[in-house]
Every structure is written in structure tokens, then in C-alpha cells.
């Protein structure tokens, strides 16, 4: 059984996204740039795509940028609230500690420039309370960027709460909407957000395409020189298949989305009631405000590096919230941000599900994080320490 349950990190792109994507890799094939009649073919395909996207999340075509991902959105917003800021003389800059790297290594880079930056402590429930925003925001805050669902333990946090407090003081507000979009229901209009960035590939559309939506008024800085594409946004001849992809993606996830959502939560509820078994475990963010298809857990005495290995070998594709990958012995700064201590954030475990997830796997799954744990557990000598009574257990 092969089983894939690591779709915070990429989905599988949908037919209805390939279906999209096709004709303009064969006979739509101009640049939307040229006057010629094949150039204006791609033109209004791409005119259309972006009043589709636009709809999805409440905002108006002219508002909508295409870039290559989440990553340069959250740079591009980022940088120009700063831009516009500094040239009021405010730069003051308020996040949180478990955003998600292309927004924190944005800020140490503004940070450097003679930014102040303020991130806000996160709760041992992975959320954000707007009152702590509030309380952060000065006359110099030039803008607060607060994710709407965390990339490794789920958390959605109070944005329209957050929107509102923004709006009242007149600081512009940005949410990084990567994990969120296509999974919740987003408007900005109504919920007071001025920029939101979103990826593609997070909700079955391809890699390497996303927007930066940006409020009307609010002028970006261009991250790339070149050409006028993109209203002088940005640069590069656009990547109508992948822009193509992702509108009817995020289209097809939108219609879906509540129906989604009640049979996730059923797989994602059980998958919790099940590792929640397992001695010296515990979940990782709130159990309800959390996104329907993840599940982050922590178990006391092993190595998530091992676990996500042997739990490969057992046909279950992983994630977890330690950076072994980078080859870093830093355990995750999410987990440390909700107030997990290093020895038990590094026997982390995310897995995240999609449409296509069945019980039979969440059943399969559940047994065999459980033969993992147990095994990994009788080779430790953390663990031998922890049962003897020399090291006290820190999850009860």
C-alpha cells in the first residue's frame, strides 16, 4: 500500500488542472504580450484566469499579480509595505514567531536595513489572539503580516479579527494564505485584508505559478526588472499553462471546498483519536481550529528523521516538524514557538490528507505510526532512561 499523506507539502495536480493546462502548451501557445492574433488568444486566457482567481477570494481582476509561488508573494508584499512605510517614516513591522520562513527571513532581511520588527508570541494552542495585535500596533507600523493557517501544525488564525484591527488603525495588513486557500472560505473584501499570497500547487494546480493579491491603491514594489507584464508588478513573459492550471484548480477546489471539508474532518478526526492512543503522545495546535486535513503530533523518546524513514518503508509518505532535511539539528520553530521544549519537538510527526485519502489508509496509518513509536522507543536510550525514572517525562 503506498500512502501519501504529505499534502502541505505539494498535491497531486488534479485532471481538471492538466485538462486546463494542455491546449496552451500546444495550440494557444503566443505571448500574451504581442499584438498578433495568437498573442491576444493567450492574452484573454489569461484575462480570464484572472478574473476567475479573483472571484475565488473576493477581489477584483486589476488587484490580482501572478508570480512564481507563495514565496516571492509573501517577498513582494513584504518588501513593498516596507517601501511605502519608510517613505512615511514608519518601519515598524509586526508578525508572529511561527510564520513560515519566505516571510520571516523577508523580515531579518528588513530587520538589517533598520526595520523594527515585533513577533508576536504564540499561544500553546498555535493561535494568535487579535488582542495581541492590537496591543503591538504603534504610530510607526508600517504593516502587520499574520499567516491564515500555519504550514506545519494547522492553526487558522482570527483573520477577519485581525483585518478589522488593521483597518481601524490604518495599517495595512497582509496574511500569508498558502495552506488556507482552496481549504477555507477567503474574502478579502469582507475580511480586511489588503494583500494575500497563495500558491498553486497546495490545492492540485502546479508548482511554480501563484498570486499576490494587493488591495487597490496599494503599489508594489517589482522584485523583478524587465518587461511591463503584470501592470509593471512584474517582469517575465507569464506562464499562461501554469496560470491556466491554476484557476481551474482553485475553481474546482472552491466548489468543493464544504464538502471537502466534512469528510477531512471525519479522516482527520479519527487519525487524532488514534494516535492519540499511543503513550507519551501529544497533538500539536487546537483540535477543532485547525485545517481539515492536518494532523501534527509529538511523541516523547524518538526522532521524527527515523520515524518519517521507517514509516516510508512501510508505504506511508511523510513529513515532520524537525529541519532534518536541511541538515539542521534545530528542531522546528513552530513546535518551539507553541512552547515545545527541543527533546520533544524533534519526535514530531505531520500528516496531512487530501481529497482522495481513504479510512482504509487513515486505519492503516494509525497502526503503523503506532509499530514505529514502538519500535523506535525499544532502541532508545532516551527512552530506557525516561521508563527507569532517571529522566522525568515531559508529555504525560
Same mark, same amino acid.
Given at each position: ?206 508548482? =511554480?505559478?501563484?498570486?499576490?493579491? &494587493?488591495?487597490?491603491?496599494?503599489? /508594489? +514594489?517589482?522584485?523583478? *526588472?524587465?518587461?511591463?507584464? @503584470? ?107 507553541? =512552547?515545545?521544549?527541543?527533546?520533544? &519537538?524533534?519526535?514530531?510527526?505531520? /500528516? +496531512?490528507?487530501?481529497? *482522495?485519502?481513504?479510512?482504509? @489508509? ?35
Amino acid at each position: 500500500m503506498k500512502i501519501y499523506l504529505d499534502n502541505a507539502a505539494t498535491t497531486k495536480m488534479s485532471k481538471t488542472a492538466i485538462d486546463a493546462m494542455l491546449p496552451y502548451m500546444d495550440t494557444i501557445y503566443g505571448n500574451p504580450s504581442s499584438l498578433h492574433s495568437a498573442g491576444q488568444a493567450a492574452a484573454e486566457a489569461l484575462a480570464k484566469a484572472r478574473k476567475q482567481i479573483a472571484g475565488c477570494i473576493g477581489a477584483s481582476p486589476e488587484e490580482i499579480t501572478f508570480t512564481s509561488g507563495g514565496s516571492e508573494a509573501d517577498n513582494q508584499a513584504i518588501i513593498s509595505a516596507a517601501r511605502i512605510g519608510q517613505k512615511k517614516g514608519k518601519r515598524h513591522i509586526i508578525s508572529t514567531a511561527f510564520e513560515h520562513h519566505a516571510v520571516l527571513y523577508t523580515l531579518d532581511r528588513l530587520e538589517k536595513e533598520g526595520f523594527e520588527i515585533t513577533l508576536l508570541d504564540v499561544h500553546d494552542n498555535g493561535i494568535i489572539l487579535p488582542e495581541q495585535v492590537s496591543s503591538a500596533i504603534r504610530e510607526d507600523t508600517c504593516l502587520v503580516t499574520v499567516m491564515y493557517a500555519n504550514n506545519e501544525i494547522g492553526t487558522i488564525q482570527p483573520i477577519e479579527a485581525i483585518g478589522n484591527i488593521c483597518r481601524a488603525k490604518n495599517v495595512p495588513f497582509h496574511t500569508d494564505a498558502v495552506q488556507a486557500a482552496g481549504h477555507l472560505h477567503i474574502h478579502v473584501k469582507k475580511q480586511n485584508i489588503d494583500m494575500l499570497s497563495l500558491s498553486a500547487h497546495k490545492f492540485h494546480g502546479p508548482k =511554480g505559478i501563484g498570486v499576490l493579491y &494587493a488591495k487597490k491603491g496599494i503599489p /508594489l +514594489t517589482s522584485l523583478i *526588472e524587465g518587461g511591463a507584464q @503584470e501592470r509593471r508588478n512584474r517582469a517575465g513573459t507569464e506562464n499562461i499553462p501554469a496560470i491556466m492550471g491554476m484557476s481551474a484548480a482553485l475553481s474546482e477546489a472552491c466548489t468543493r471546498m464544504d464538502e471537502n471539508a466534512v469528510s477531512l474532518c471525519a479522516l482527520r478526526d479519527k487519525l487524532i483519536a488514534g494516535l492519540s492512543q499511543i503513550p507519551h503522545s501529544i497533538l500539536n495546535g487546537d483540535a477543532a481550529k485547525r485545517l481539515p486535513g492536518n494532523v501534527n503530533f509529538c511523541f516523547e523518546g524518538i526522532e521524527g528523521e527515523s520515524l518519517l524513514l521507517l514509516l516510508d518503508d512501510k508505504g506511508i509518505c511523510a513529513s515532520s516538524g524537525s529541519a532534518c532535511t536541511s541538515g539542521s539539528l534545530d528542531p522546528s520553530h513552530v513546535l518551539l514557538a507553541i =512552547g515545545r521544549v527541543h527533546d520533544v &519537538a524533534h519526535g514530531s510527526l505531520r /500528516l +496531512t490528507l487530501s481529497e *482522495e485519502t481513504t479510512e482504509e @489508509e487513515i486505519t492503516y496509518t494509525i497502526e503503523a505510526v503506532k509499530t514505529v513509536v514502538e519500535y523506535l522507543r525499544s532502541i532508545s536510550p532516551v527512552w530506557r532512561d525516561l521508563i527507569s525514572g532517571k529522566r522525568n517525562f515531559i508529555i504525560k
